[in-house]
């Protein structure tokens, strides 16, 4: 089995470090690459807890601001699992789903207690911020990184679509999907995926890869990345 992985480069090296244990081969094509914006000077220590929805998030908060005990909200095994891996803690998930996430930040924690510091990526999927002033908290939403698309895939994932070597692409969310579908387009290759077939995370993805000939196109069940890979027969 074969499979692309094309989400930025630190996430795609610990999906492939998660499925290091199977024999799975593993190609690595990062559709987008994180920049870090030009993040202001904040002290987390004037916020009652941190909220993120994505490992980038962490990433770039370890690497741009000084962390501090606070305890930390997350969306998505991803997002827990890097900021564990940073050396935060405590850390509080609500699986992939943000409505819970904010029910369970709701529940948690009081507006009186101060404020939320919520730190994103330019491009944010969601409300939580507004569900979460809507529940009279008061919300510091941050944009500290980017993801850049990126304009051409590399020569050998080329190498790899024409010899029709890959049996499965992941994809995780739809801007990564039409990123996808463009550079496809771009390339003139849409004849290559026939023996390939996509994993989408949920319906919204499905719908930006379409027409693109594929094998088969298989949407998960829940909007996880267990979920994705379930599709094929593998725990993670």
């Not at 463009?182 to 989408?200: F, H, K, M, N, P």
Request: glycine share 4%; net charge positive; hydrophobic share 45%.
């Amino acid at each position: 089995m074969r499979i692309l992985l094309t989400r930025p480069i630190n996430d795609s090296h610990r999906i492939e470090r998660q499925l290091g244990q199977s024999k799975i081969i593993v190609y690595v094509e990062p559709l987008m690459h994180i920049e870090s914006l030009n993040v202001l000077k904040i002290n987390a220590l004037n916020y009652q807890a941190l909220v993120f929805t994505s490992a980038n998030g962490v990433m770039v908060y370890c690497k741009e601001i000084q962390k501090c005990a606070l305890p930390v909200y997350v969306v998505g095994e991803s997002t827990r699992q890097a900021a564990l891996e940073a050396g935060l803690n405590p850390v509080i998930s609500a699986g992939a789903d943000v409505k819970k996430l904010s029910a369970t930040i709701i529940s948690k924690l009081s507006p009186s207690n101060g404020p939320l510091l919520y730190l994103t990526g330019k491009h944010v999927a969601g409300n939580l911020a507004k569900d979460l002033e809507d529940a009279d908290f008061q919300v510091d939403h941050q944009k500290i990184y980017t993801a850049v698309a990126a304009q051409q895939f590399s020569n050998n994932t080329k190498s790899l679509l024409k010899q029709k070597l890959i049996d499965y692409i992941p994809f995780y969310s739809p801007r990564s999907a039409r990123i996808f579908k463009q550079l496809i387009e771009a390339e003139g290759i849409r004849d290559l995926l026939s023996t390939a077939s996509a994993l989408c995370i949920s319906d919204a993805v499905k719908k930006e890869i379409l027409l693109l000939g594929w094998k088969n196109i298989l949407t998960a069940k829940e909007p996880t990345q267990d979920s994705i890979f379930e599709l094929i027969n593998i725990k993670l």
